[in-house]
């Protein structure tokens, strides 16, 4: 990094939709070209100058709400070419980016319908059918592509066990270079 001409940091939202998607991509459970949308929530030092300033400050209330709130709907957001690029998709996502009342952390989710999903045509290494389009099967593609990844931890696979309400906390992880899927 230290000779080098450029170096580019990706985005947030960006890697930790590329890291979601891509894998689903690659094994053949979702097609490249899906429709896919993102809700994206972060905290208020994650918008920049002018978001900090307007979330940061006692004086408007901003901190004090109890809900997100929906920024930049008025365009496309600037890390959507680089979530099309990079997960490999012919088409952009669509994007819901908000902000919420605490100044770091970040929590992002991609709802895939069911029928996106689709056997895969490269059977798994290990088994002589293709992959089935479940939700166990996602999650598998997951676990088994970030298995030695020091930073990224999958969750365990919970069925249609419901999910720890505490576990959803968007800033959990803040102050460390890891991510949970």
Not at 36 to 47: E, M
Not at 74 to 86: A, G, N
Not at 117 to 122: P, R, T, V
Request: charged share 25%; proline share 9%; hydrophobic share 40%.
């Amino acid at each position: 990094i230290r000779d080098a001409r450029f170096v580019t940091n990706p985005g947030c939202y960006a890697s930790a939709f590329v890291l979601l998607v891509r894998p689903l991509v690659d094994e053949g459970l979702l097609s490249g070209d899906a429709a896919l949308s993102i809700h994206g929530l972060s905290g208020y030092s994650g918008g920049g100058k002018l978001l900090i300033e307007r979330w940061g400050s006692s004086d408007n209330g901003r901190i004090a709400l109890p809900f997100e709130a929906p920024y930049a709907l008025d365009r496309i957001h600037k890390h959507v070419p680089e979530m099309q690029r990079y997960a490999n998709l012919a088409h952009p996502p669509q994007f819901v980016p908000a902000v919420g009342p605490f100044k770091c952390g970040m929590r992002v989710e991609i709802p895939i319908h069911s029928s996106l999903l689709h056997n895969s045509s490269a059977p798994d290494a290990r088994e002589s059918e293709p992959k089935e389009a479940t939700g166990e099967a996602v999650w598998k593609v997951l676990a088994d592509r970030y298995r030695d990844e020091p930073f990224i931890e999958v969750e365990p696979y919970l069925g249609f066990e419901p999910v720890d309400d505490f576990a959803l906390d968007p800033t959990s992880l803040n102050d460390t270079n890891r991510m949970q899927l």
